[in-house]
C-alpha cells in the first residue's frame, strides 16, 4: 500500500551527516562540530574546508599544504575561458556561466574514470580553487573587462575579490567576504546539497553532483534571493524619500501590497528556520561592522527597521506561519557592502556551498546507497489504444 505523501519532503529524514546540524526550533547550526558563532567570524575559508573534508581542524603545516595546493589549481584552462567568452556574448546570468564554467573543469581531469577517494579529494579541491576564478573571470568579461589573473599570495577570499575588482583588497571587506563564506558553506539536507547527493548516488561523478548543486541553488526559493531583498530595502527608501512617510510606515504598506498580490518577501521564511536564522545574526554583525568601519552606516539602519516590520506584519498576515527573517536578507548587506553587485551574490553563495557541497558528495560515496523514492500515481488507467489516422 502506498504510504502517506511526503510533498516536498518536509520532514523527511533521508540521512546522517556530520557536516551540519540544523535547529529549527532553536535556531542553532552547528558546522562540524562548531557552533556557527564559534566558527564563521574566525576561520579563514580554507580552514572550513580542511574542516569539512577532514573532520578536524589543519594543523600550521596542514593548512599551508591545502593553500598552497588550491593556490596552483586557480586558474582555468583557455577551453573554459572560450566557453565563458561565448557565454558573455549570449550575456547569459552568471549563475549559468558559473554552472556551465563548472562543468568544464572535467576537460582537464587527469583521470575522469577513477572514482577513488583520493581521486575524489582532489576534485573537490580544484572545483573549489577555480571556482572564483569562472564567476570572476565571467563577470569581467560580461562587463567588456580583461580578466584578471589570480595571484597565488593572496588568500582564497581575498584573491576572490582581487579578480573581481583588479586591485588588493582591504583586510576589513576580506574578513567580511570569509565570514560570509563559512557562514553558507553547509546547511543539512538543503536542496542543492540534496540534488548533489540524489546524482552522485548512482555512483555518478563529483563534477555532474556539483553542476546539478549549481543548477538547484539558482531558484529564487533556494539562493536567488539576496538580490531582491537588498532591492527591497532600496525600494522601500526611495519611496520613503518621495512619500515624506517614514521607513516603516512604507515597509508597512510595501509588505501588505506584495503579499495581498500573492507575492513572497524575499529574505524571510525558511523550510526549516521557525526563529530567526542564526545565520542572519552572525551576517548582521559582520555587516554592521563592515558598515561602521566604511560605508552606508544608514542602510543598515534602514535595513534593520524594514527586517522589524515585515516580521510584524507577515505574522498578522499569515499567522501561525512562523516566518522569519532567513540568511539573504542580511547576505546582501555584507555583499553590497564590500562592494559586489548584485548579480554575483548567488554564484558568491555557490563559490561557498561548493565546499559543503563536495563534503557531502564524499560522504555519499562513502554511503554508498542509491536515492530514490517512489511517487503515487494520479493520472489515468486503462486507456485504449487509438490510431493515428482516428484521433481528433
Ligand atoms: N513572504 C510571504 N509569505 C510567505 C513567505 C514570504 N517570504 N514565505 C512563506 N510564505 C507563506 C506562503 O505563502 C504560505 O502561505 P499560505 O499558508 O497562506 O499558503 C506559507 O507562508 C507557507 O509557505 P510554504 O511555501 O509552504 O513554505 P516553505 O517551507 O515551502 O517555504 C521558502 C520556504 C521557500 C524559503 C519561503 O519562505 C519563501 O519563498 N521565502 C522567500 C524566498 C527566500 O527568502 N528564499 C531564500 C531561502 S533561504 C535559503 O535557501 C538559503
Redesign the pocket.
Known sequence: MMSEIAR?L?GVVVTETRLSRVDGEAGELIIAGFPLEELAPKATFEEVLYLLWNDRLPNSKELEGLQLEMASFRSIPPATVAILQAAAQRKLSPMDAFRIGVDTLSLSDPNPSENSREANERRAVVILAAAPTIVATYWRLLNGQDPVDPDPNLSHTANYLYMLNAEKPHPDAVRAVETYLNT?VD?GM??STFSSRVIVSTQSDMFSGIVGAIGALKG??????PGP?LDMVYDIRERANGSGRSIPEEADAYVRD??SSG?????????VYKVR?PRADVLGAAAEKLFREAGDAQLCEDARAVEEVVVRV?EE??PG?R?QT????YTALVLHGVGMPTDLFTPT?GISRAGGWSAHILEQYDEAVLIRPQSGYNGELGRKWVPLSERK
Open positions: 516536498g518536509a553558507v546547511h538543503n536542496a529564487p526559493l533556494h539562493g536567488g534571493a531583498a506584495v503579499v507575492g513572497r518577501i524575499m529574505g524571510f521564511g525558511h523550510r536564522d507577515l498576515l499569515k506561519r516566518l532567513n540568511v539573504e536578507f553563495f
